[in-house]
């Protein structure tokens, strides 16, 4: 029944209201000096309508009951009309624009059922000396009403869907804000897992290499080590840039581009893997950030895979840079124990073909035979710069 207001919005309301009922009052008295029951009349007149103002952006609802004791009591006391039914435009426009359902509609109803009662009102002969007039008068004053009334509560309905459209637009660009909060987290959920599982792969292969040759090849041993340093510390500060993004949504931070993608094959090959590339032709240009942030995850994934679930045997890539799209693909042996990882079911799978999509491509993973094959193609067209 009551809605939030400010504490000054309250005082404001209360305020002009008591100074309201004070100028009510007075002119109440000296209008009506000659009617009987004169001062009581203006005194309870005053006070409903000065309550009605109080409450009106309050208790929409309430005011409106409070207005229509005022009229009534206009009515009972047989006094003219006067300066201080302007209140019941003001809570006509308030129950428009900040009541209720029910209470908006009781505003619109109270529009129709007061201009036939006021026109009723100023036609009764003991009243008012129009109630002489003939009936084009009275339609007129009918319409005259309508259109007073009407206005005061029609502008509150504007008023009231400026602020509903003022509601909704607020929660579409909270709802795009969390869509594109989601949309980061994903993203460096995505990258998380990249870096990750990428760099403990190499670390691993490097560690166990280093546990075999130990006895055998102490430089070996010393090498895979020294890798397995390096690797880390390119994880660790990768990590560290992705939490920074957590923290600050200010920027993204250096994304890796296809200038990177020697030192991911360089690690690979670290790892004790052959591995084969081959770019044919070469990029025309400078391709745009989003498709080399995603040819270098979707090869980084793969060669993941292949690392921790190929078998024996080299591994292949192929990259071939077209004037309007990119396509690639890495295929190795597949292991006779490979996971669902790669049987194309895995989340590092389900991660590229999410890299892909949102590039504009595709990417398809499965297993040719006893090679399991990742093939991607992603749009470059005229984005590329020479």
């Not at 000096?33 to 007149?45: E, G």
């Not at 006391?77 to 509609?105: C, H, K, M, N």
């Not at 100023?122 to 009918?142: E, K, Q, W």
């Amino acid at each position: 029944m009551f809605r939030q207001l400010k504490t000054y919005q309250i005082v404001v309301d209360v305020g002009g209201a008591g100074l309201f009922g004070l100028l009510a009052f007075y002119l109440e008295l000296e209008l009506g000096r000659d009617l009987p029951y004169n001062a009581v009349a203006a005194a309870l007149l005053a006070v409903a309508m000065a309550a009605a103002l109080a409450v009106r952006r309050l208790s929409p609802g309430l005011a409106l009951g409070l207005a229509w004791c005022g009229a009534i009591l206009q009515m009972v006391f047989e006094r003219q009309p006067s300066p201080t039914d302007v209140a019941i435009f003001a809570v006509l426009y308030t129950t428009a624009a900040y009541g209720t359902r029910r209470v908006f509609w009781a505003g619109f109803a109270s529009v129709i059922v007061g201009a036939i009662t006021i026109a009723t009102y100023l036609f009764a002969p003991s009243v008012h000396p129009l109630g002489r007039s003939g009936i084009t008068t009275a339609v007129a004053i009918l319409i005259a009403a309508l259109f007073g009334l009407g206005l005061a509560w029609t502008t509150g309905a504007l008023v009231r869907t400026g602020i509903r459209a003022r509601e909704n637009r607020r929660a579409q660009v909270a709802a795009e804000a969390d869509t594109v909060a989601e949309q980061e987290r994903v993203r460096i959920a995505r990258d998380m897992h990249d870096v990750v599982a990428h760099s403990l792969a190499v670390v691993i292969a490097q560690a166990d290499g280093a546990r075999y040759a130990a006895a055998a090849d102490p430089a070996a041993a010393t090498a895979a080590l020294g890798t397995i340093s390096s690797t880390a510390r390119a994880a660790l500060s990768d990590v560290r840039l992705l939490l920074t993004q957590l923290r600050h949504s200010q920027g993204e931070g250096p994304q890796p581009t296809i200038a990177d993608l020697e030192e991911l094959y360089a690690q690979v090959r670290a790892a004790g893997v052959d591995l084969r590339v081959s770019v044919d032709p070469t990029p025309p240009g400078e391709p745009p950030a989003a498709v080399q942030l995603a040819v270098y995850r979707i090869l980084q994934e793969a060669l993941t895979n292949a690392l921790r679930h190929g078998g024996p045997g080299p591994v292949h890539v192929w990259l071939s840079w077209r004037p309007d799209h990119v396509t690639l693909s890495v295929a190795n042996a597949r292991a006779a124990t490979a996971p669902a990882e790669h049987s194309g079911r895995g989340h590092g799978l389900i991660g590229m073909r999410e890299r892909a999509q949102l590039a504009g491509g595709w990417l398809d993973a499965g297993v040719d035979g006893e090679t399991f094959v990742v093939r991607a193609a992603i749009p470059v067209g005229a984005a590329v710069t020479a």
